[in-house]
């Protein structure tokens, strides 16, 4: 542990008090929130200086893990083509260069010469960050939308570039979020933002050349907007979503330039659905009457679906496995299912006798894996791709032939600098909790380094929340944490989505506490079974896992064990919950009711407030702490860590390091270059390695 001799800055304490509900927040860092005022940027600068002074002496432990972390990257890669029309489309990195190229070359051409058409190491020049978000080739191939950021705020311009000259056209817009081109190549659909709240809320038709019309404005505050086609390429669609209700409107692709926007089924509170097209047919998921979600289909004659009982059952619900997604084809469909937790891929044969007879399981051999669907563009493919990866085996695409049921592997990610599989090992463990619920948990380890004799250090990751689940992919970063003895493990916690639509029930809302006890139990669980050393514990969440990190941090000290956690990594962390949630101006805030609770309602106030980190930190002994944020991040402030640590810094009573990061050309996700990024998980790592005492091989 490094000395804490350093000074840590100390921030002015300016108290101010909201009455509300018979009870009074007190919030004594409220001045963090102005953005640009000089007595903020020298506060989180004075952060960031004495960041840097504490993680002194680790610069050759953050240049061992970077290059150990580099050795296992390939810098020179391709991804597989894919075609699309009469290309085949792919993607380069290049040695050195931080971005990906965009190519292209003719699909039906022996060795046919690749044609960039979009450089992102171009589009970063002179700028600290650089993202790309949409992406659409137009159906005659001939020009290409795409959406930039260049301060992270997830704030996406608009361009369309000519692919036979290489220029982008004059047509532009701002906050852009979705794009879908119609069938005649000159008019596009987008969404765009609310300034204020960030919200998806209004879609444009623009031909172009001229000036975008707007065709549809969402003014729910719940409901953002995202534009798409279906499959066959016969629609536009227009979804409408909150977290619990969502609606689809639809249009025919063709006749886009004159036409409107049909309701397909009108939105019902709590019920949910999406829709493709074949053949006449309009396919549909949904949990109406299914709370797992079932497919259904509406038949022959009927335009759209607004009588949702003349729906017909495809595949029918089945309660223990929820139906995430489906790819439609002409010939056949895909239904992505959960089992026990973990990705199934069902096909079923359009053209076997029953569609239901005899579908088959694509198999996967390991015990926790992650898997789904891949770039599958042709309508009438015969076969289908999907990606597959695991905690041990790195990512690689498959085509499976529908008729035969056999896969073959296209590529493979390769791990260069001596990477074996044999080498590690993965596990999938269930445990109950104090209520009875079985929760599931990964785990990975390197075999040679570990013993399950209680003496390892042990890696914690969760997040639990908004239904989404873990993903349980490759990561070649986490090789350096196996390689030096370190367990890592993910608890897949009550507010995921592991185990479908209860699973994230059971944790939102009003039993949200499910998600923090679920986490220290599981902590808990993996101590007494010998996979880690009690006082070698990391913790790590970000975002909604960044609340959950300072959740089961108060909830361990308020239990009597403040020494269950050893060190915390914290990334962009939600922990200001009761001042975020009451400002309706903020991105998100409105929305977000349905997962966290309406705060403006006294039962939803005093039980989100019983959680919030900000608002339960205690005069206490706290863990080794990194906490870090970024200056233009648009989906958790970066005041909400800074006031998190500025308050902290004042009650605790241990001199364990308080660390807090800003990068100051970033966002919700961090630097953009992959070089860049892989400089911050070395310096995370070097701060955890340094804390459980791990700095060596």
Do not use: C
């Not at 007879?357 to 015969?382: K, L, V, W």
């Not at 791709?385 to 041990?392: E, I, N």
């Not at 075999?447 to 989404?468: M, T």
């Not at 010998?530 to 514990?537: E, L, N, T, W």
């Amino acid at each position: 542990m490094k000395p804490t001799t350093l000074t840590p800055p100390i921030a002015e304490r300016e108290p101010s008090t909201l009455p509300i509900h018979n009870t009074a927040l007190h919030d004594d860092y409220a001045w963090l929130r102005e953005k640009g005022a000089p007595r903020v940027t020298a506060y989180l600068e004075a952060e960031n200086a004495y960041t840097a002074a504490m993680m002194d002496g680790t610069e050759a432990l953050q240049q061992t893990l970077y290059d150990e972390i580099l050795s296992h990257i390939k810098e020179d890669d391709v991804s597989v083509p894919y075609r699309d029309g009469a290309w085949e489309y792919l993607t380069r990195t290049d040695k050195g260069k931080q971005y990906a190229r965009y190519l292209r070359k003719a699909a039906d051409v022996p060795d046919a010469s690749e044609i960039i058409i979009l450089d992102v190491n171009q589009l970063a020049e002179g700028q600290p960050f650089m993202s790309v978000g949409a992406l659409g080739i137009s159906p005659d191939g001939r020009l290409l939308a795409y959406t930039t950021d260049n301060t992270g705020f997830r704030q996406y311009t608009l361009h369309v570039r000519d692919l036979e000259t290489g220029v982008d056209l004059a047509d532009t817009a701002e906050r852009v979020g979705s794009i879908a081109w119609a069938a005649d190549s000159k008019t596009l659909f987008y969404t765009t933002e609310d300034e204020q709240t960030k919200r998806q809320d209004r879609a444009f038709r623009l031909e172009l050349g001229s000036s975008p019309v707007e065709v549809f404005h969402e003014q729910d505050e719940r409901f953002n907007l995202g534009v798409g086609r279906t499959r066959d390429r016969e629609y536009i669609l227009l979804d409408i979503g909150s977290h619990t209700t969502s609606e689809t409107w639809y249009m025919p692709s063709a006749n886009a330039r004159l036409d409107q926007f049909r309701l397909f089924a009108p939105r019902i509170d709590d019920e949910e659905y999406d829709i493709d097209h074949r053949n006449g047919s309009w396919f549909i998921r949904t949990n109406h009457e299914a709370e797992q979600f079932r497919l259904m289909v509406v038949p022959h004659g009927l335009e759209d679906g607004e009588g949702r009982e003349f729906w017909l059952e495809v595949l029918p619900e089945v309660p223990a496995s929820p139906l995430e997604d489906f790819d439609l084809f002409q010939n056949f469909l895909v239904a992505s299912y959960r089992e026990r937790g973990l990705p199934v891929l069902r096909v079923y044969d359009f053209n076997s006798r029953d569609l239901l007879e005899n579908p088959r399981d694509i198999a996967f051999p390991d015990p926790a894996y992650e898997a789904g669907s891949e770039i599958n563009r042709d309508f009438n493919a015969t076969t289908f791709r999907y990606g597959y990866q695991s905690l041990v085996r790195p990512g690689s695409v498959y085509r499976y032939d529908v008729a035969t049921g056999e896969s073959t592997l296209l590529k493979q990610q390769e791990v260069p600098g001596g990477f074996d599989v044999a080498n590690y090992a993965a596990e999938r463990l269930w445990f109950a909790t104090h209520d009875g619920t079985q929760v599931p948990v990964s785990l990975v380890y390197r075999k040679d380094k570990f013993a399950k004799d209680a003496k390892s250090p042990l890696y914690v990751y969760g997040y639990g929340s908004y239904g989404y689940p873990l993903p349980l992919g490759f990561s070649a970063s986490r090789l350096a944490l196996l390689d030096r003895g370190v367990v890592v493990a993910f608890a897949h916690i009550r507010g995921g989505g592991e185990l479908g639509d209860p699973w994230h029930d059971a944790g939102k809302m009003m039993v949200k506490r499910n998600t923090f006890t679920d986490f220290i139990e599981a902590t808990e669980f993996l101590l007494h079974e010998g996979y880690g050393d009690p006082k070698r514990v990391a913790i790590e969440g970000g975002s909604a896992g960044g609340l959950l990190m300072g959740a089961v941090v108060n909830f361990a000290i308020e239990q009597g064990k403040p020494e269950l956690f050893h060190v915390v990594l914290s990334h962009v962390p939600f922990v200001d919950v009761m001042n975020t949630m009451l400002d309706a101006s903020l991105p998100l805030t409105v929305a977000e009711y349905e997962e966290w609770g309406n705060p403006n309602e006294a039962d939803a106030f005093a039980y989100m407030r019983s959680y919030s980190p900000y608002d339960n930190l205690q005069r206490a002994p706290y863990p080794a702490m990194l906490v870090k944020t970024s200056l233009n991040d648009s989906q958790v402030m970066y005041w909400e860590p800074a006031k998190y640590v500025a308050k902290l810094r004042t009650l605790k009573t241990n001199d364990t390091p308080l660390l807090l990061h800003i990068n100051m050309d970033a966002g919700h996700g961090g630097a953009s270059g992959r070089y860049d990024y892989l400089k911050e998980i070395a310096f995370d790592d070097a701060f955890l390695l340094r804390e459980l005492g791990v700095e060596k091989v």
